[in-house]
């Protein structure tokens, strides 16, 4: 409904009607302290829960830090097994006469 409606309307019925079709679109006091009480118990909430994602996204990252830690730990015993290897078939090669 328009200003212009509701001003019409108000001009030309009883006042107690025209109440109740303005009840029909806007809330009344009780309505809007609960809708107020519930906005602002999202507000609250919402810090909460973004502080509670945020703490379990940290430790997801320290686990796969740790994680990624040990595999790194693996791979560098793997390439100090390889360059003792690579070193022996040197030697060995050496020792033989091989490409000197």
Request: glycine share 4%; charged share 35%.
């Amino acid at each position: 409904m328009t200003l212009a409606e509701l001003t019409a309307i108000y001009l030309t019925t009883h006042p107690l009607y025209l109440f109740s079709i303005l009840c029909l679109y806007f809330a009344d006091k009780t309505q809007t302290e609960d809708r107020f009480d519930r906005v602002m118990e999202e507000l609250r909430r919402d810090p909460e829960e973004q502080s509670r994602k945020w703490d379990e996204q940290k430790q997801k990252g320290d686990e796969q830090n740790k994680r990624w830690e040990a595999n790194q730990q693996v791979i560098n015993e793997m390439l100090a097994d390889n360059r003792k290897l690579s070193q022996k078939h040197d030697s060995t090669i050496g020792a033989l006469g091989i490409f000197k």
